[in-house]
């Protein structure tokens, strides 16, 4: 299992919270479990996602599965509403034990930081009933584009996205989803893009995700400084030039992230 990039610090674990709200209109249009009764999402973390799951599909049963006994702990408070309906287990998705066999899977956000994830595709299909359902989301980072072009942002971003790949993680994992699948024996695989495409005619939009996209590159300052990889001053200059093309008359901001489809 690879070390986690965000960390496990209260704000980190809000921040997930709020991600889930802002990309939720994104994520969530290609997302159908209305027909299913089980599911199972791994890489679970706090239950930011949980909760948009539950929320859209009442009648789903959710089993989370996470490696971080702190992240589950927070994720048991998160969903207390939902207490009937989810359940938790904390285990590394390359070695699952689960009690019972589902009928959907959803994954987001998770395999960029697992190292081999054609691995937990391949150990969750014995979970998985035939025809299940398999959704997955993640990021594709080579996508960003920005303008105007700023070498301070430009080499922050390149450090945080090789300090993930130090870590044992994948920040363009999204890329190779179909891959994955049809190396994990998966069918029926189908492949979407989402994120967004801002510039000034529409400054709203543009500043909210500046903002959110500020505070992602923010949740891996902490460990990226101890490991000597930034220092404090270049942290601060990352969210000045955020803030510089947030008013930038010809600003763009721009990122894809991809979204598969599979049955087992």
Request: hydrophobic share 40%; net charge negative; with cysteine.
């Amino acid at each position: 299992m690879s070390k986690y990039l965000h960390g496990f610090i209260p704000e980190e674990q809000q921040r997930l919270i709020d991600q889930a709200g802002i990309l939720g209109s994104l994520i969530y249009p290609r997302i159908d479990f209305s027909d299913c009764n089980h599911l199972l999402e791994i890489g679970s973390g706090v239950g930011a996602q949980t909760a948009v799951l539950l929320k859209l599909f009442p009648d789903l049963h959710i089993t989370c599965v996470d490696y971080s006994e702190s992240q589950l702990e927070k994720a048991r408070k998160n969903l207390e509403q939902y207490s009937t309906r989810v359940s938790f287990i904390c285990q590394d998705a390359k070695q699952l034990q689960l009690p019972r066999k589902y009928d959907c899977v959803f994954i987001c956000w998770a395999l960029e930081h697992i190292s081999e994830p054609v691995e937990v595709l391949k150990g969750m299909k014995k979970y998985l009933l035939p025809g299940a359902k398999i959704r997955i989301t993640e990021v594709f980072n080579s996508s960003f584009f920005f303008f105007p072009v700023l070498p301070t942002l430009q080499q922050y971003y390149c450090a945080y996205n090789e300090f993930q790949v130090s870590l044992g993680g994948d920040p363009d994992v999204g890329a190779k989803l179909g891959n994955m699948l049809k190396e994990a024996g998966n069918t029926g695989i189908e492949l979407s893009h989402g994120g967004f495409h801002l510039d000034q005619t529409n400054p709203d939009d543009l500043r909210k995700i500046i903002t959110y996209w500020k505070e992602l590159m923010k949740s891996g300052a902490n460990a990226m400084i101890q490991a000597g990889v930034i220092s404090k001053k270049e942290v601060i200059s990352m969210e000045n030039d955020l803030d510089q093309i947030a008013k930038d008359e010809n600003a763009v901001f721009f990122y894809q992230f991809v979204q598969a489809k599979a049955t087992l």
